[in-house]
């Protein structure tokens, strides 16, 4: 099976709305840079794996050695410095991302979908009821997945992260409620 794979920057730099802002099916993207055989993965062009017995990351009840462990883990809110690229190669769960009020917005995976959230976004993964997922794990940097927990907000990845997404976000939203006050103001005249 081949999909189209999008550079995570041009998802991230198109500002769409939060709901479809950080996730994607790969084969919606709208910039595409390579063809990608999910049968045969071989990292594109400006991205590299991680070690090589970690480039496919398996969470299965029967499979994965310290499989509770490790799922509760992936479940605590937390962000990383780099961006999260995965590809879901088979299986199935859900992301949970921090929209920019802080509400929970949860997003359904399957195989063939992409999720790119930038630096600083605090998120957190689980499993559904089929308790597998296989995903290709990328990288546009050194390959590096350590979690920052809620308590260490402070970093940079973070700071930027709040700047670049979570004010301009805020910021439209006020002007969307100041112009919805308006019209309502006028209308009621
Ligand atoms: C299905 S990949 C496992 C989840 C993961 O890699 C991650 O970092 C979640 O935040």
Request: hydrophobic fraction near 35%.
């Amino acid at each position: 099976m081949c999909v189209s794979l999008s550079l995570s920057r041009s998802l991230v730099s198109l500002g769409l709305s939060p709901s479809i802002h950080w996730i994607s099916k790969a084969v919606m993207a709208p910039s595409f840079v390579c063809e990608f055989d999910m049968d045969s993965p071989q990292p594109p062009k400006g991205m590299d794996y991680s070690e090589p017995d970690q480039e496919i990351l398996t969470l299965s009840q029967h499979e994965t050695e310290n499989f509770e462990e490790k799922v509760k883990g992936f479940f605590q809110e937390h962000m990383h410095s780099q961006e999260e690229i995965r590809l879901i190669l088979d299986g199935s769960g859900y992301w949970d991302i921090r929209d920019y009020d802080e509400k929970w917005l949860r997003f359904r995976v399957t195989k063939g979908d992409l999720i790119v959230l930038p630096p600083g976004m605090f998120h957190r993964f689980t499993l559904d009821e089929a308790k597998y997922i296989k995903a290709l794990l990328l990288y546009t940097e050194v390959p590096c997945r350590t979690q920052h927990e809620r308590t260490e907000d402070e970093s940079t990845a973070r700071k930027l992260y709040v700047d670049t997404f979570l004010n301009k976000r805020m910021a439209i939203h006020e002007t969307q409620m100041a112009v919805h006050e308006t019209q309502m103001a006028a209308l009621t005249v």
